[in-house]
């Protein structure tokens, strides 16, 4: 998650195409989230999930590597109340870095899967540092052998042979479920295939964190570049 990230099908392809099929798991997000709070947006994609946001929380920021999608992102939301939504055209590793700021939730959502397996734990644990809360999205593992499996497939073959490579380790470490074996940190809820092969996960963040786990390794020094 470094750099700038443009993939074939960032930015207007993203947002007609794939963005649309996450309304449902995102309409599960938004009533996870309490009114009024604040929101860190990981990998926010075209900025879909924010627009949704806007009527219950108090400050949304969101961050994605991919300059196509933060340029839809900025488009979607220009005309949100001043000061409401911060965007930045960044990494999460970058941004957690040098952020001085709380937040009473992060969303992390279709990101774990698509990063590298040994950044996983890392990204979760420099959440844990500055929110309260952590709500993780992502594919249900083991897949279902239905048209929803197959389809999360053929569409994460189709991004390419990292991002494929990444997805396959994913679905190999039993997914969400993995990871939070290995994460120090306690889960409060779950939604298991609800909407159709998806896995959510909400995370004890600042408040459930082991103050003496120690970062399963150094967060890298990127630069944050703000849009």
């Known amino acids: 998650m470094t750099g700038n990230k443009n993939h074939w099908y960032d930015g207007l392809f993203y947002d007609l195409f794939i963005a649309p099929h996450q309304d449902k798991v995102f309409a599960q997000v938004k009533e996870i989230l309490t009114e009024g709070s604040s929101v860190l947006d990981v990998g926010c994609g075209t900025g879909r999930l924010a627009s949704q946001l806007l009527d219950k929380c108090g400050r949304i920021e969101i961050i994605d590597p991919s300059e196509k999608n933060i340029g839809i992102a900025r ?60 709500i993780i999205v992502d594919y249900l593992v083991p897949p279902p052998r239905n048209y929803c499996g197959l389809l999360n497939e053929l569409v994460e073959y189709a991004a390419g042979t990292e991002h494929y490579r990444n997805f396959k380790s994913f679905v190999k470490g039993n997914g969400i479920a993995g990871l939070l074996e290995k994460a120090a940190l306690k889960v409060v809820r779950e939604v298991r295939n609800h909407p159709c092969s998806s896995h959510i996960a909400v995370l004890e963040g600042k408040t459930g964190r082991n103050l003496e786990a120690s970062a399963p390794q150094p967060i890298r020094n990127n630069t944050r570049t703000e849009v």
């Open 75 to 134: 488009a979607k939301l220009a005309g949100s109340p001043a000061g409401k939504v911060l965007i930045h055209h960044t990494d999460a590793f970058g941004f957690l870095e040098k952020s001085n700021v709380d937040y009473d939730f992060a969303v992390v959502s279709y990101v774990i899967h698509e990063i590298a397996k040994e950044d996983r734990d890392v990204l979760l644990f420099a959440l844990a540092t500055v929110a309260e809360k952590i």
